[in-house]
């Protein structure tokens, strides 16, 4: 009885979904309860976890991927959009699965609410954003689009200290690049949870940022949601009880009643965790966080470690009944507090003034071919404040002592920054490449100076208006064959960028419909061209009427 309930269930919402009604369809909190949609011709979809950006659009392949408790160190959303103008939304996560030319939908945890709003990917996500993450027209810091950002990962690792961030960002000017925004990376202090600065990495920390704004640079701290156990910070959190409980194996067991903070392993180790549903532990880490901006002039944060995976635990008990992705979705909102703040993971919050970045890569050719579809696809999940990772990756083990740099590789990766909404060097340029890869470098910081009134505009239309500011050629010229382009990518409604992103020095360049100007040359589409690249050149075209 209970399966013909739900095939009669399924045939009536599928109906209303091909007709183009939005309708809304009960979720099936069983694992063996699923809904199923047939993939229309050349149909293909977007969404979900944004790691997967380089599989999409799906559909083709096989694949199947769970959003509760994602893992995959990136963004995801709880949204699914087609290029025929379908869209699937619910407010929890669930598990979404392509095969046998099907759409399957199960382990869901709330509603599944679907529809059909025109017949392209721009109505699709025009109608999903419009209801389900409209723009607040807010922005970060606008330094973080205007020069790029130096992350001190890779020079410094887990030594961070005065001597060198004030050396680093001397050597910044002294080469020729713009100041922008510094930010300090793990270790800065004495343990996780002591927001304040080890005295001996940095004896005047606010002298340090002083000097550093007198340079025209903005700083950036990273920090966690974690704390060292057995620490003073701890022992403050536990006697406020602002940390995730353990709930002893009793999975039945009342907050109230909860004794013991629980430890979670992360990447450091095992540490307690603030549990930001109680808004007590919100209001004293926004207390802490206070601190260092009035007592050393830090102006922004970056956010890291707050993965839902981290949350998916037997024994977390919280203030608030919560799933691993509204925990994660808490820490998000932490940033909302701070103009000048970056995330690498996050559920939903999309049309936020929030920065999200790619999760760190090697530094390999196949790394690099990620950046343009992942990036595209934080765009298509609501994100306009998107940086795709550090130049030439961020993995600090592909730049140990004795690994092998591939030169031309820091310069494509520069170059593929270069037109997206944000660029951020890790790696120092001056210090691994020759003066012929490193006035490449240049090149492609003072190419984005010559774009950057395009890309502010690009922007600013995308904060007001909710649409993504990068984009699949298939958005702007739906049903001409390109949807499967995964290299090239539309800045607003005018620009191409067409980067090289392997080792040789030429590419194919797939032209939409129209007249395009690159240089003194117009191309008219639809053409396919192949274009020799010299090593300082970043292929741009524009559109023309």
């Known amino acids: 009885m209970q399966k013909l309930y739900r095939s009669i269930l399924f045939l009536v919402c599928f109906s209303f979904f091909l007709a183009g009604n939005i309708t809304q369809v009960a979720a099936q909190k069983a694992a063996t309860g699923d809904t199923a949609f ?51 939304w619910s407010d929890e996560p669930f598990r979404y699965s392509f095969r046998n030319d099907s759409l399957i939908i199960d382990r869901t945890h709330a509603a599944i609410q679907f529809g059909k709003s025109g017949a392209s990917l721009r109505d699709a996500y025009q109608a ?6 409209p723009p607040t027209g807010k922005w970060p810091d606008s330094l973080l689009v205007t020069a790029p950002q130096y992350n001190l990962w890779i020079e410094l690792l887990y030594n961070p200290n005065q001597a060198d961030v004030l050396n680093y960002a001397k050597k910044v000017l002294a080469n020729g690049f713009p100041a922008g925004v ?60 602002i940390l995730l409980m353990d709930n002893e194996g009793k999975e039945n067991m009342l907050w109230e009643k909860a004794k013991k903070p629980l430890l979670i392993k992360w990447w450091n180790g095992y540490s307690a965790c603030l549990d930001l549903t109680n808004p007590a532990a919100k209001q004293w880490l926004r207390d802490k966080l206070n601190i260092l901006r009035t007592k050393y002039h830090i102006d922004g944060f970056k956010l890291d470690a707050g993965d839902a995976y981290f949350y998916d635990h037997p024994g977390l008990l919280s203030y608030k009944k919560a799933s691993p992705n509204d925990h994660s979705e808490a820490w998000a909102k932490v940033g909302l507090d701070y103009p000048l703040n970056e995330y690498r993971a996050m559920w939903k919050m999309g049309g936020e003034p929030l920065v999200q970045r790619l999760a760190d ?13 992942n990036t595209i696809a934080q765009q298509l999940a609501g994100y306009t404040f998107t940086c795709p990772d550090m130049i030439g990756g961020g993995q600090f083990a592909s730049f140990s002592p004795g690994a092998s740099m591939d030169q031309k590789l820091i310069v494509r990766s520069a170059q593929v920054h270069a037109l997206m909404p944000m660029m951020q060097f890790s790696v120092a340029p ?32 995308a904060a007001s208006s909710g649409e993504p500011a990068l ?14 382009v995964k290299d090239q990518f539309m800045l607003g409604e005018q620009w191409m960028v067409a980067p090289v992103v392997s080792t040789s020095d030429s590419r194919q360049v797939i032209f939409p419909k129209g007249k395009w100007r690159y240089k003194n040359q117009i191309f008219e589409g639809p053409l396919s061209k192949t274009f020799n690249v010299e090593l300082d050149e970043l292929l741009i075209f524009e559109k023309i009427k």
């Not at 999903?128 to 993450?133: C, P, R």
Request: net charge positive; with cysteine.
């Open 38 to 88: 047939s993939l229309l011709k050349n149909e293909g979809w977007w969404g979900g976890a944004v790691a997967h950006g380089n599989k999409m659009p799906m559909g083709n392949e096989k694949i199947s991927f769970n959003l509760y408790a994602d893992a995959l160190q990136n963004q995801s959303v709880p949204l699914l959009i087609s290029s025929e103008g379908r869209w699937l």
């Open 128 to 133: 999903s954003s419009k209801k389900f993450f």
């Open 182 to 241: 510094m930010m300090v990376d793990d270790n800065w202090s004495n343990y996780y949870g002591e927001f304040d600065f080890n005295k001996e990495k940095f004896p005047d920390a606010k002298k340090l940022m002083d000097e550093l704004h007198t340079m025209g640079f903005k700083t950036m701290l990273w920090i966690c949601p974690f704390i060292s156990p057995d620490s003073e910070m701890f022992r403050e959190a536990a006697a406020k009880k």
């Open 361 to 373: 890569k090697d530094h390999s050719w196949a790394a690099l071919q990620l950046l343009i579809p």
């Open 430 to 461: 001056w210090r691994i490449l020759d003066s012929v890869h490193f006035d490449a470098v240049k090149m492609a910081v003072h190419t984005r100076q010559q774009y950057l009134p395009i890309m502010m505009q690009v922007l600013r239309s």
């Open 471 to 484: 984009r699949p050629l298939e958005y702007n010229f739906p049903k001409q064959g390109l949807i499967g």
